[in-house]
């Protein structure tokens, strides 16, 4: 258990909808990052969050937006869903953001499959 | 650019052989640390490894084993004498210093199938 949540473990939904994935961290990690896997792209760098502020951006799409809360738990919107973004969405946290802060902690993952 | 090379996509070996899985990175920054993770078929991401660029050290634990080689930017893992419950996905991935982002570019993954 690497400590880091996740909510839902599946999640199933139509074209067009909007869904909301939700991660909390371990405990004392600032830093949360979301990345995608699906079997075109392989795992994919969405978005990271340090501290409530986002710190950096990597291929996520306009339809996806994230947020990290005050209590550092964070979310990932998606909406306008197309079966494309059918893929398993894992959470990471860690301490700070580089050298020996940025071992990484996945969740379980989300499997998002958009029908 | 950044980008990590797996180009073993498959790999299948009987127990208790010896297997090398390869990972090629490519980065500008001089400072950059390297993982391995191991995805087993329950599907999480299991950290096994962090490398940081200064440590061309090979380091190793129980039936696990890392070669960093600068000189040729790869950063091989090996398992010595393979267990069926090896099989998984192996992900090599890079964090470059550049931007103090620490997200990590994963390579495409090299599928370990270890048979009885």
């Known amino acids: 258990d690497s400590g880091v949540t996740q909510t839902p473990k599946h999640l199933i939904t139509a074209t067009g909808q909007r869904v909301t994935l939700r991660c909390s961290p371990r405990?004392?990690?600032?830093?949360v990052y979301w990345y995608q896997q699906s079997l075109d792209q392989g795992l994919q760098f969405l978005i990271q969050y340090y501290n409530g502020e986002e710190r950096a951006k990597g291929n996520i799409l306009e339809r996806f937006s994230a947020q990290q809360f005050p209590d550092l738990h964070s979310e990932l919107n998606l909406s306008s869903l197309e079966l494309g973004d059918s893929a398993l969405y894992f959470c990471?946290?860690?301490?700070?953001?580089?050298?020996?802060?940025?071992?990484?902690?996945f969740g379980p993952g989300t499997r998002l499959t958009v029908l | 650019a950044q980008k990590v090379t797996q180009a073993q996509t498959e790999i299948s070996v009987v127990e208790k052989e010896d297997v090398t899985l390869d990972c090629v990175y490519e980065?500008?920054?001089?400072?950059?640390?390297l993982f391995w993770y191991k995805q087993p078929p329950s599907g999480e991401l299991v950290f096994l490894i962090r490398r940081n660029s200064f440590d061309e050290q090979n380091e190793i634990s129980g039936r696990y084993s890392w070669n960093f080689q600068k000189s040729t930017s790869s950063f091989n893992f090996t398992i010595t004498a393979s267990q069926v419950v090896d099989s998984a996905v192996y992900f090599c991935a890079l964090s470059a210093s550049a931007g103090n982002t620490g997200k990590l570019i994963f390579g495409q993954g090299t599928t370990l199938q270890v048979k009885p």
């Open positions: 405990s004392g990690d600032l830093s």
């Open positions: 990471a946290s860690s301490v700070g953001t580089s050298g020996i802060y940025n071992e990484q902690f």
């Open positions: 980065t500008r920054d001089t400072t950059y640390y």
